[in-house]
Nanobody
Framework: QVQLVDSGGGSVQAGGSLRLSCAASGFTYASYCMAWFRQAPGKQREGVASINNYETTTYADSVKGRFTVTQDNARNTLYLQMNSLKPEDTAIYYC?????????????????WGQGTQVTVSS
């Protein structure tokens, strides 16, 4: 049984940094994609960043140059380092995973989801 557990959210001022973590268990696909999505109140869930088994990364234009997605395969953990945070980054952040190395940032393509972690950025 696949389980994803998100953590690391919090409240920061604009310009600050946070690192989110996603601990995965039971996820044993050789070809895979893992990603971060976010959902702000009243808005649709949007893709933020992804990484696959080839270490290929993809970023939404809104976070390029500020966010970095990495993975530690030994610890089965996905990370999202968020720097230069802006108030518009405020959202619940979810990690997600899927079988196969295709990493298009479309929520419907992902099979497994974490419970979400709140990120709040104040101006």
């Amino acid at each position: 049984q696949v389980q994803l557990v998100d953590s690391g959210g919090g409240s920061v001022q604009a310009g600050g940094s946070l690192r989110l973590s996603c601990a995965a268990s039971g996820f044993t696909y050789a070809s895979y994609c893992m990603a971060w999505f976010r959902q702000a109140p009243g808005k649709q869930r949007e893709g933020v960043a992804s990484i696959n088994n080839y270490e290929t990364t993809t970023y939404a234009d809104s976070v390029k140059g500020r966010f970095t997605v990495t993975q530690d395969n030994a610890r089965n953990t996905l990370y999202l380092q968020m720097n230069s945070l802006k108030p518009e980054d405020t959202a619940i952040y979810y990690c997600a995973a899927k079988d196969g190395s295709s990493c298009r940032l479309s929520a419907g393509a992902f099979d497994y989801w974490g419970q979400g972690t709140q990120v709040t950025v104040s101006s």
